[in-house]
């Protein structure tokens, strides 16, 4: 009769042993959890306070000088039209473009290399699609791309010529 007993009282201890392992593994898992959710809040502050630019030639904004305060030299350059790069659709772009210089030295820089321009925004322009460019986003990523690729072809001379890129005319269809 006491190995009757005893054989009764095994499968008892084995739930209570299986029951305190699920509560164990349960609580290990949840103190994960909470140890990468700590950590990655803690990775999120420290890039938001960290002063590193979001694009190329791009940083946090500084305290503004009087000499920033002053709107730069605008070089018009021609209407560009060009094919989009959509295989489905015919679609087409048709933009105008100003290239904002700080000054007139800057201009100089620039004046011999504007077919070179020309052909960099065409080339540019034509491997977009339609989507690349018809949100806001896409727009100001196609400027920073285009200052970016300016100033990397005038690169022969010192600085940073090109400030920023303004569109005075955009139609995508």
Known sequence: MADKEIDKDAPKQEGKNKSSSVNIVQIIILVLLLATLGLGGFIAWKLVTLDIPIMPGQGQASPPKKAELTPGILMELDNVTVNLADTEDSRFLRVKIKLEVANEEDKAK???????????????????????????????????????RINTLVSGTPGRPVESVLFSDFVAQ
């Open 110 to 148: 620039i004046e011999p290399y504007k077919a070179q321009i020309k052909d960099l925004i065409i080339t540019l322009l034509s491997g977009k699609s339609y989507s690349d460019v018809r949100t806001k986003q896409g727009k100001f990523a196609l400027k920073e791309e285009l200052a970016y």
